[in-house]
């Protein structure tokens, strides 16, 4: 089956800077990949998605690339903010009909003020 | 719409209790999922529907049972509670296979 593995598991980043978050994949059928974002207490809650035929797809401050040939997709935050804050997953799946999601084991993202 | 929604929202079992978790969606979504959620850690999938009448296990099943009698509805039942069930469940759905997964409120579930 599918694995992801995601690093690092803790990042602190000055409001303004910009945060990284890598994952890797481990089955070269997967084809869909997205990232959650967890506030404390709350539901995950989709931000970003790629699908393997696009190299990078950006949305305002969130961008997320994917390396196929390597199995990895990063996701990318310019100009943090506090409310950036939240544990984020991500998580790959290969086609099929469906879809079951293998998660990374998280990023606790701080933004300090 | 309510979206996807889960009760109880907490609940304490001593071990060897039974319960079933509930999760409902409005969307009428034919995709539905159960996901364990442990202390620090991603979320594991225990098991999944692609429509009514339809299940098929996840990667955590043991322990768990589910059933998909109409689309609205994916409970989960928790036969004999063991510690080791101890978690946040998370019900999701989605409208098909590649599409975004909707996730509901979760259930707090602590077996002493």
């Known amino acids: 089956g599918e694995n992801v593995e995601q690093h690092p598991s803790t990042l602190s980043v000055q409001e303004g800077d910009s945060a990284v978050i890598k994952c890797t994949y481990s089955?070269?059928?997967?084809?869909?990949f997205p990232w959650y974002k967890q506030e404390l207490g709350k539901r995950p809650q989709l931000i970003i998605d790629i699908r393997s035929n696009v190299g990078e797809k950006k949305d305002q401050r969130i961008a997320v690339t994917l390396n196929k040939t390597a199995k990895h997709f990063s996701l990318h935050i310019t100009e943090t903010q506090p409310e950036d804050s939240a544990v984020y997953f991500c998580a790959a799946t290969p086609s099929g009909s469906a879809r079951q999601l293998t998660f990374g084991s998280g990023t606790q993202l701080t933004v300090l003020p | 719409n309510a979206g996807v929604t889960q009760t109880p929202k907490f609940r304490i079992l001593k071990i060897g209790q039974s319960m079933t978790l509930q999760c409902t969606q409005d969307m009428n979504h034919n995709y539905m999922y159960w996901y364990r959620q442990d202390p620090g850690m991603g979320l594991k999938l225990i098991y999944y529907s692609v429509g009514a009448g339809i299940t098929d296990k996840g990667e955590v099943p043991n322990g768990y049972n589910v059933s998909r009698s109409t689309t609205e509805d994916f409970p989960l039942r928790l036969e004999l509670a063991a510690p080791s069930q101890t978690s946040v469940y998370f019900c999701?759905?989605?409208?098909?296979?590649?599409?975004?997964?909707?996730f509901g409120p979760g259930t707090r579930l602590t077996v002493l």
């Open positions: 999701a759905s989605s409208a098909s296979g590649g599409d975004e997964q909707f």
């Open positions: 089955d070269s059928a997967s084809n869909y």
